[in-house]
Nanobody
Framework: HVQLVESGGASVQAGESLRLSCVVS?????????MAWFRQAPGKEREGVAG????????TYADSVKGRFTISQDHAKSTLYLQMNSLKPEDTAMYYC?????????????????????WGQGTQVTVS
């Protein structure tokens, strides 16, 4: 069982930055092999924003956030981060961190909701 707790969401103006954090506990190297950030706006489906293949240190990003968002982790603090710069109104959504035992790179880059079996409660990001 993997427990994920997000924090850092806030209401900000366009162009500002936020750093989301996700504290991970009750995990193993296998269950957190792939970590990711997803977001979901009202009336829309949940979409992958940024992913991290922990063993290889490989990252993947949605085209809409490339160059603006950065996913990273601090092993000592068991924390996953999402640095969000140059925020836009269209970034407004509930952001979730997720973990899953995804075995292949091909699956990882797709950032499919069904491939992640552990989810946090979400943290709201509002950009106006």
């Amino acid at each position: 069982h993997v427990q994920l707790v997000e924090s850092g969401g806030a209401s900000v103006q366009a162009g500002e930055s936020l750093r989301l954090s996700c504290v991970v506990s009750g995990h193993t190297a296998t269950t957190r092999r792939c970590m990711a950030w997803f977001r979901q706006a009202p009336g829309k489906e949940r979409e992958g924003v940024a992913g991290l293949y922990t063993g290889a240190g490989v990252t993947t990003y949605a085209d809409s956030v490339k160059g603006r968002f950065t996913i990273s982790q601090d092993h000592a603090k068991s924390t996953l981060y999402l640095q969000m710069n140059s925020l836009k109104p269209e970034d407004t959504a509930m952001y979730y961190c997720a973990a899953g035992p995804i075995a292949t790179f091909a699956e990882f880059i797709l950032m499919r909701v069904g491939d992640f079996n552990s989810w946090g409660q979400g943290t709201q990001v509002t950009v106006s």
